[in-house]
T-cell receptor
Framework: DAGITQSPRHKVTETGTPVTLRCHQT?????MYWYRQDPGHGLRLIHY???????DKGEVSDGYSVSRSKTEDFLLTLESATSSQTSVYFC????????????FGNGTRLTVT | QKEVEQNSGPLSVPEGAIASLNCTYS??????FFWYRQYSGKSPELIMS????GDKEDGRFTAQLNKASQYVSLLIRDSQPSDSATYLC??????????FGTGTRLQVFP
């Protein structure tokens, strides 16, 4: 999977608790992304990063924050998890802009009870 | 809101037939287009990319792009049961983001 590791692979948490998902890449790619995938909605962009400490919001960013302190790591935090954030979360990387495709990690299945 | 539209399917084709998957997009400025395959419970994997009008062939797969009509398609020749998966169309917006369609589920029956 193009040198991308997501952790944890599965997590069950309770409503109101904070949760952090980690994405680690070994490709030294500049761009990193967090998507969520839900039935009927497909893949939706949460946040992305275009460099260390440089991040921007996607289409469904409410309730999520991100941080990127090193090129290889991109963290997604749910400050106070809600049941609507139950989803499969995918991290992806891209080497350059425009004509480059995304390569995805294996995903994290998060359940908020 | 920039959108990518796909028919959710399922599209059912017999083994050996040609499967045709279609995608339309709303952003006329998009320059890069991708097709991903996703098996159930797995992550999306890139199968084709296309950047200019016309056809691009790779093995049994052919991607077709028509920017004037804002239309991208994927043809799978000699479909196999192992091709049964969800196919996602993705389009770049603002050069550094990809927007995905909801995917078309393909079923290839023996």
């Amino acid at each position: 999977d193009a040198g991308i590791t997501q952790s944890p692979r599965h997590k069950v948490t309770e409503t109101g608790t904070p949760v952090t998902l980690r994405c680690h890449q070994t490709e030294n790619h500049r761009y990193m992304y967090w998507y969520r995938q839900d039935p009927g909605h497909g893949l939706r962009l949460i946040h992305y990063s275009y460099g260390v400490k440089d991040t921007d919001k996607g289409e469904v960013s409410d309730g999520y924050s991100v941080s990127r302190s090193k090129t290889e790591d991109f963290l997604l935090t749910l400050e106070s998890a809600t049941s609507s954030q139950t989803s499969v979360y995918f991290c992806a990387i891209m080497s350059a802009t425009g004509d480059s495709p995304l390569h995805f990690g294996n995903g994290t299945r998060l359940t908020v009870t | 809101q920039k959108e990518v539209e796909q028919n959710s399917g399922p599209l059912s084709v017999p083994e050996g037939a040609i499967a045709s998957l279609n995608c339309t997009y709303s952003d006329r400025g998009s320059q890069s287009f991708f097709w991903y395959r996703q098996y159930s419970g797995k992550s999306p994997e890139l199968i084709m990319s296309i950047y200019s009008n016309g056809d691009k062939e790779d093995g049994r797969f052919t991607a077709q792009l028509n920017k004037a009509s804002q239309y991208v398609s994927l043809l799978i020749r000699d479909s196999q049961p192992s091709d049964s998966a969800t196919y996602l169309c993705a389009v770049n917006v603002n050069t550094d983001k990809l927007i995905f369609g909801t995917g078309t589920r393909l079923q290839v029956f023996p």
